[in-house]
């Protein structure tokens, strides 16, 4: 068949526009990855692969063994059985067993062969250091933010211990423990030396909550303070958790000019016996984001929503408040179909002013097979946005694609959160 010209540039477009999405580095804001220098808390590897708890969810669709049962088996047992039932007795054609076989492939490895005892050695054969720099390169990310707890009982003793920080991981303090469980945090606080006190909480306390968040932002370098929110979620309230967000945590992301990230939507143990696989989804009332954003105009917000029904409300809200600054596709919506239909709506209705992705990666690997698959929809929306400029007589040059595809991936963000 014959191309016309007209085609022929708008494959070239097509073309320059994924060269420069493929290549170029990305910011990954939230992720659950560590430090090296957390030693066993950064997960990487086959048998770290198949026991995502995205591949959990899905191997008991089709498992009839109790859930006490497969938790009792040692972690290369239940690989097996998700190996044996999600890649072998079934194609693997989710999403997230699909990202299994991408990372594999991009590590080159043959996945055709199906050797599960052939990619266990070698990935015995791999060593740690080496190996965040493969994956970091093969993804295409220039940095990670990690997710940092002070209430984890692993990973504070290492902050307090104090350690050589890995420059291409960046901190966020994590703070559900603080905000969602009130009633046992209020007491370590206390045994931590913050003067705290349980029940209806004085002025002084929530100044000791300040304290506390200002001392672990200190400690951990914070680049901002991040929570998620249950989907039935409301401010203003009268509850504990919106007194902390008011009288404690918007006050300190005021002073340190942090941005508070809030993940909106989530139904925490929907089936418990899941455990981290149990979690569901919820559509939010994102008239707490308007109030929140127009209630504190000195505050920053990053937001992602899970509930796809949530999305296009967070881009009209994005449009109305210079504070917010939408980021990812959510989990649940990190699904291609979803990728595609949030980032169109997103370059739609805003322009290039969010984030469209981050990888939520809790295995070191799967940073390679989330940005993969993201960075080729990201290609093809954006190519279809520029080739929509070129048929008014718009010709957009090289270098404003490049400056484009940079604010996506991190300059975007990081000018959010400097401002
Ligand atoms: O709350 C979160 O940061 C979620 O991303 C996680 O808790 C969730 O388990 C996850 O891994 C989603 O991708
Ligand atoms: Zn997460």
Redesign the pocket.
Known sequence: METTLAEASRNSLARQVEDIVLSAPVTDI?T?LYDPAFKELLLWGIDELLVY??LVAEVFRYLDMPYDKFWSLPKTRQADLIWEQLFLQHSPVSEACRGVLTTLNALGLDVKKRDLPALRKWFASQSVDNYITRCMELAGVRKIFM?NSPFDDLERPVWEKGFRRDDRFAAAL?I?QLLLAWPDTAPRLARWGYKVEFGVPPRKTFDEVRRFLADWSKRIGAHYV?V?LPADFQFPAKTITTQLIEKAVLPHCRDHGLPFAL?LG?KRATNPQLR?AG?GVGSSNLAVLQNLCAGFPENKFLTTVLARENQHELCVLTRKFRNLHPFGC??FT?VPYLIDEITRLRLELLGLSFTPQHS?A?VLDQIIYKWQHSRRIIAQALADKYSALVQTGWQPSRAEIERDVKDLFGAAFERFCQH
Request: glycine share 0%; proline share 0%; hydrophobic share 35%.
């Open positions: 939230h659950h708890h995205y997710t994590r559900d991040m998620s993940m989530v981290l979690d959510w989990w990190n939520d809790r």
